[in-house]
């Protein structure tokens, strides 16, 4: 697992295979970022109100990856002492991030569906939600900072791994574990899962035949992928949760538990810093209308706004072949409206669902 250095006990030597395991997962996270951030300014039918909080959410999850990178790259130079305490604060800091706006995606998606509401799709909720995301980890990182809790003393950071947290001999390390990651981290599974369950409930009875789009205008079908953003985020950091209350319990000091911690070891060098990289599955790769893009743009034959041309001349002969038809359309304003914000709320699916919906 690590191997204490008989010379400085602050270096660790770290299986080179955790080590490759731990860079290679940062390496994807950081792709899947600039995917995610290049798909939010290149397509613009995606750029609704979830968007922009997954495309906040990637920043985070963006300097986690690279924290976690400078670390493991700092260990095949034997130079992890010197980055130590500076990663620790920019991964403490990222993750805690995380975990609030993952928060935050899972609130609006809530309210959105169930109360059929946009208050959560305006731009003060957007704000809010980065003020609060952001600026109260920043207070518990400086508080940390100023009680030099972060970085590592004289044995592995707890429940990590190759890379600094809390030091494990602070006299309040337990107290700082959770303040500083874990506490945060619970509470984000608790409020997730329990908004996940009844928004699930809620479209069982009440929803059950309709598509995201049909729930509400500001919203893209693609959008329930959205849903699973909670889920990633426990299968990639379950294990390192797992060692860090094994840890604290000191279930990992025998012979069985420290072969656990170490295959859970495995297992969080690739999750924790690869959440970027399945977000970038979920909402690049699984999204329709990002793949279309991606599809099209490798064979070099970008269609979307051809499609969006031919739809809108599509719409226009067939109201003119039926005159009645032509002009209830023209003065339904829900029509005009679902016309005007497809570019900016739906997919291509969903305004044509709604033009049909109406005859």
């Given amino acids: 697992m690590a191997i204490m250095n008989s010379t400085n006990r602050t270096d660790i030597i770290y299986d080179t295979s955790i080590l490759v395991l731990s860079v290679s997962s940062s390496c994807l996270s950081l792709l899947g970022s600039l995917a995610i951030f290049g798909s939010y300014v290149i397509i613009s039918d995606i750029r609704n109100s979830t968007r ?20 493991g790259l700092a260990h095949f130079a034997n130079t992890q002492d010197k980055v130590c305490t500076t990663q620790s604060f920019i991964t403490t800091y990222s993750s805690i991030v995380s975990f609030n706006l993952t928060v935050a995606i899972a609130i609006h998606i809530f309210i959105t569906v169930v109360y059929r509401t946009d208050k959560t799709s305006t731009r003060t909720f957007l704000l809010w939600a980065n003020i609060i995301s952001w600026f109260i980890p920043a207070i518990i990182i400086a508080v940390a900072g100023a009680n030099s809790v972060l970085g590592r003393d004289t044995a592995e950071s707890v429940g990590t791994g190759p890379w600094c947290w809390i030091k494990r001999h602070h006299k309040y390390y337990i107290f700082w574990v959770f303040l500083a990651g874990k506490g945060w981290e619970f509470l984000c599974y608790f409020i997730t899962t329990s908004l996940y369950v009844l928004l699930k409930f809620n479209m069982f009875l009440r929803h059950r035949h309709k598509t995201f789009t049909d729930m509400h ?54 999750g924790d810093p690869g ?75 969903a305004t044509w669902h709604a033009s049909y919906s109406l005859n």
């Avoid at 922009?52 to 670390?71: E, M, R, W």
């Avoid at 379950?238 to 911690?261: C, H, P, Q, Y």
């Fill in 217 to 270: 205008r500001s919203l893209r079908e693609e959008d329930k992928n959205y849903l699973y953003v909670w889920f990633v985020l426990y299968i990639l950091r379950l294990w390192g949760s797992v060692r860090s209350m094994m840890d604290i319990a000191e279930a990992d000091t025998g012979n069985a538990g420290e072969e656990i911690s170490k295959i859970f070891m495995y297992m969080q060098a690739v």
């Fill in 275 to 349: 959440q970027a990289f399945c977000n970038c599955i979920l909402f690049c790769f699984l999204d329709g209308t990002v793949r279309s893009h991606i599809l099209d743009a490798c064979r070099g034959t970008p269609q979307h706004p051809v499609i969006y041309d031919e739809r809108e001349r599509l719409i226009a002969a067939h109201d003119i072949n039926d005159g009645s038809r032509a002009s209830c359309i023209g003065n339904n304003s829900d029509f005009t409206q679902s016309t005007r914000l497809s570019g900016k709320y739906s997919s291509f699916d």
């Fill in 52 to 71: 922009k909080l997954v495309t906040c959410l990637t920043v985070a999850d963006f300097l986690s990856a690279l924290g976690y990178l400078t670390s």
